[in-house]
C-alpha cells in the first residue's frame, strides 16, 4: 500500500527540518548542531517513577539515563540503543520511546549514549553495546532489577547494536539475555536489498543517508561483512534470545530487518515479525500524533510483558 497520508505529512515535515546527510552535509558535528536546535516537540513526557543519568566507571565512561517504573521490585531491565545511523541522536532524542517502554511495561529502561561515528568508528559502538549489558546484568539488582530477565531493545542503528548484543553474549558465555526487541534495526552493510532500491528516495531515509551513514561507522569497508556489524551475516543464529522484529513499509531497511525475522525462525528462534503498512523509517517514537506508531507502542509492550512476565 501507498505511505499512510498522515504519516506522509509528518515526513514532509521531518525531512524539512533534518539536514541532507551525505550531499548538503557532510560534517557529522554540523548534522548534530543543526538537530539540536531543531525545537522539540510540544508534548508533555510520559510520566515514569524516577529518570536518572549515570556515567558508568567500565570499561570506558558511559553515560546512561535509567528510567525506573511505578512497580514492585524485582522487574526486568531493559538495555535500550537508540537509533541515529551509528552517527548521530543521543539520550535526549530517544527520550520518549525510553519512557513509553518504562511506563507501559512496568521494566527498568537503561537508555545507552554509546560513542558515535566518525569520531568513533566500529566496533566502538558494539563495545559500548556490550558494556552496557554487562553492567546492567551485574548491577540489576541494586537498580531494583531482576538479573536473570534483562532484555536488550534499540531502533535502526540501535536495533542492530541490540542484535549484536545477542550474538556476542550467545557466544562469549552471557550475560543472559532473554528477549530482543528490534526496531526496524540495521541488519546489512550491503545496501543492496529491493526495498533500498524502492524506497531510495525515501520517505525520510534514503539510500543516500545510510551510504553516509555507514561510510562514517565502516570506514573499512571490508568490514561490513563482520556479523559484528552485518548481524544478518552471521553464520548461524541458533541459541539467540526470542525476538519481536518491527518494520516499516516504506523504508529501505524493510527488507534487511525482515530477512533477519526469517532468519531467526529458520534457526528455531521464537520470533514475532510485523510490517507497519504505510508507515516510514522513524515511525516508531511518534505515537503521540501517529495511529501507527502507538500500535507499534501497544505491541512492543504487549510481547515484553509476555516473554517476561
Known amino acids: 500500500m501507498p505511505l499512510d497520508p498522515l504519516a506522509a505529512k509528518i515526513a514532509d515535515i521531518m525531512t524539512a527540518a533534518f539536514p541532507r546527510i551525505g550531499t548538503e552535509v557532510t560534517d557529522a558535528a554540523e548534522a548534530r548542531r543543526i538537530l539540536a536546535a531543531a525545537p522539540p516537540p510540544d508534548v508533555a513526557p510520559i510520566p515514569v517513577a524516577a529518570v536518572e543519568d549515570r556515567v558508568l566507571g567500565t570499561p570506558r565512561h558511559l ?13 526486568p531491565v531493559v538495555v535500550f540503543f537508540h537509533g541515529g545511523g551509528f552517527v548521530l541522536c543521543g539520550l535526549d532524542s530517544h527520550d520518549r520511546p ?16 554509546y560513542r558515535l561515528a566518525p569520531e568513533h568508528p566500529f566496533p566502538a559502538a558494539v563495545e559500548d553495546a556490550r558494556a552496557a549489558v554487562a553492567w546492567a546484568h551485574a548491577n540489576a ?7 536473570d530477565r534483562i532484555v536488550v531493545a534499540g531502533d535502526s542503528a540501535g536495533g542492530n547494536l541490540a542484535a549484536v548484543a545477542c550474538l556476542a553474549a550467545r557466544d562469549s558465555g552471557g550475560p543472559p539475555i532473554r528477549f530482543q526487541l528490534l526496531v526496524y534495526p540495521v541488519t546489512d552493510a550491503a545496501r543492496d536489498s529491493p526495498s533500498y532500491r524502492e524506497f531510495a528516495a525515501g520517505p ?14 565502516l570506514p573499512d569497508r571490508a568490514r561490513g561483512g563482520d556479523p559484528h556489524a552485518s548481524p544478518l551475516r552471521a553464520p ?10 518491527i518494520t516499516a513499509e516504506c523504508d529501505p ?7 533477519y525475522a526469517t ?18 523509517h522513524g515511525f516508531y517514537g511518534l505515537d503521540h500524533v501517529l ?13 515484553l510483558r509476555d516473554a517476561l512476565s
Open 63 to 75: 553515560p546512561v539515563r535509567i528510567y525506573r517504573p511505578d512497580s514492585p521490585a524485582p522487574a
Open 98 to 113: 525510553c519512557r513509553a517502554l518504562a511506563a507501559d511495561t512496568g521494566m527498568i529502561v537503561v537508555s545507552v549514549d
Open 141 to 147: 539488582a541494586a537498580l531494583g532489577g531482576d538479573p
Open 204 to 217: 525520510f531515509l534514503t539510500a543516500d543517508h545510510m551510504r553516509w551513514y555507514l561510510e562514517q561507522y
Open 236 to 245: 548461524d543464529l541458533a541459541g539467540l534470545p526470542p525476538a519481536c522484529v
Open 253 to 259: 531497511l524493510r527488507d534487511e530487518g525482515e530477512a
Open 263 to 280: 532468519r531467526l525462525a529458520d534457526a528455531g528462534v521464537p520470533v514475532r515479525a510485523r510490517r507497519f503498512d504505510g508507515m516510514f
Open 291 to 303: 495511529p501507527g506508531a502507538r500500535e507499534a507502542r501497544r505491541l512492543s509492550a504487549g510481547v
